[in-house]
């Protein structure tokens, strides 16, 4: 029999998609630095300062709306563009062109990679949904719903808050801690009885001032430190870390 390491009373289970079920986070990082560094060089030319994957995609992409995470990272380089129309050409220079080209950009990156979810998240999900605790995909992506699709997992979450819903139902986006809220509100449970599961900062600042009763940080790329600083309760690799085996 498997136990969850999770506090008592946990009665739901709030997970991030890219980066903590599925190894999509990288895939986004790559399209982020495509898109700036294509960006900025037809602004300030060869000698553009490119976009950093690492530091600029934690600390100011990984994790927001699409639209929020253009304006951070270009207010970081003091630049400022007019937010144009959520249907701009991908070749306008406003806040939704940049960001609707990053999303096509991400989109044939999936077409080409595919999309894989991490195995020792499906096993803690399936452990989670063995134990009778409620499930929830919380992700600022509009396209959620296609990745869990290709990972071959969408049955497993009861309720789906990504950028789509959140933008139907005017929720501001990670770091605050809203969509977490709206998919408790969809469990019918409160943010005392669930887990919220991030592998962004925004998403630990979300699930911190949430007040949920535990944030689990997902560390892929050497990040713990900033993942407590920012609000983790606790900090795994993997979620698998998160099972006993209690036979």
Known sequence: ?????????????????????????VVHAAAWKQMFDEYLRRRDGP????FDSGRDYDEYVDGRPRADGVRTFLASRGIELPDGEPDDPPDRDTVHGLGNRKNILVLEKIRKEGVEAYPGSVRFVEAVRAEGLRTAVV???????????AAGIEHLF????????????KLP??????????AGRELAIGPEAAAVFEDALAGMEAGHSGHFGR???????????ALRAHGADIVVKDLAELLEDDS
């Open 47 to 50: 000698s553009f300062r490119p």
């Open 173 to 182: 986006g990670k770091p605050h801690p809203d969509t977490f809220l709206e």
């Open 139 to 149: 992700s600022s992506s509009a396209n959620c719903r296609d990745v869990l699709i």
């Open 215 to 225: 944030v689990v940080g997902v560390d892929r790329v050497g990040q713990a430190d």
């Open 1 to 25: 029999m498997t136990k969850l390491c999770l506090p008592d009373g946990i009665r739901a289970c709030l997970f991030d998609l890219d980066g903590v079920l599925t190894r999509t986070a």
């Open 158 to 169: 009861e309720v789906r808050i990504d950028g789509v819903v959140a933008a139907e139902r």
